[in-house]
């Protein structure tokens, strides 16, 4: 089981540019939920996917968008790229979306904005 | 409103002597609390969850934590610390407050000294 993969692991992107980061879910998964953490922070949620469709979303711009695929995997957007955005983005998957349900988190896309 | 607060930024302990990393949440429903580690350059591990049964839960390698209402308080404990401890933790909460809200504290950074 190769659990909750990531790509890229590394990204540096300029300012203004536009930014996709990718998750597959660990087998038997539904559900991926994306996170961003900036250095020295815990990990903020940014969105949860649910068969296909956005089901929460935290406090974030809608800069910030995604997409989950017919196989469970997902994508991460953002545009117009400021230099706060630069952060480690995580990925987690689960079965289900109830809150007591354990999450799966992948090594994260580190993301340099500049 | 719903928060989680770790008291502290940073614990150092001798290999061998008791770990204890504190936590404090706010939730205006029954949360489900959590505790995750991160080893550098590793994805986030859960250790272990409370989801409103047994309030001293056990987690993995040795841990455990106490979930006490009336101090808000779920406080992670190890009888014996190892060198392999040395990580960031992170304490969770999670609830339904006007929709699923996820909140990660900030993290404490263990320092295990041989």
């Known amino acids: 089981d190769a659990g909750v993969t990531q790509s890229p692991t590394h990204l540096i992107k300029t300012r203004g540019q536009q930014v996709t980061l990718r998750c597959s879910p660990k087998?038997?998964?539904?559900?991926v939920s994306w996170y961003q953490q900036a250095l020295g922070q815990g990990p903020q949620f940014i969105f949860q996917?649910?068969?296909?469709?956005?089901?929460q979303r935290g406090n974030f711009p809608d800069r910030f968008s995604g997409h989950q695929f017919p196989n469970y995997s997902s994508e991460l957007n953002v545009n117009a790229l400021l230099l706060g955005d630069s952060a480690l983005y995580l990925c987690?998957?689960?079965f289900g979306t109830g809150m007591n349900t354990e999450a799966f988190f992948g090594q994260g896309t580190r993301l340099t904005v500049v | 409103a719903q928060s989680v607060t770790q008291l502290d930024s940073h614990v150092s302990v001798s290999e061998g002597t008791p770990v204890l990393l504190r936590c404090n949440y706010s939730?205006?429903?029954?949360?489900?609390l959590f505790w995750y580690v991160q080893h550098p350059n590793k994805g986030l591990q859960l250790l272990l969850k409370?989801?409103?049964?047994?309030?001293l839960v056990k987690g993995i390698n040795g841990f455990e934590a106490e979930f006490k209402k009336s101090e808000t308080s779920f406080h992670l404990t190890k009888p014996s610390a190892h060198m392999s401890d040395a990580a960031e933790y992170f304490c969770?909460?999670?609830?339904?407050?006007?929709?699923?809200?996820?909140?990660f504290g900030a993290g404490t950074r263990l320092f295990v000294k041989a």
């Open positions: 969770v909460v999670s609830s339904y407050t006007g929709g699923f809200k996820t909140i």
């Open positions: 996917y649910y068969e296909e469709e956005e089901r």
């Open positions: 087998s038997g998964h539904d559900t």
């Open positions: 939730s205006s429903y029954s949360p489900s």
């Open positions: 987690a998957s689960s």
């Open positions: 409370y989801t409103s049964a047994a309030t």
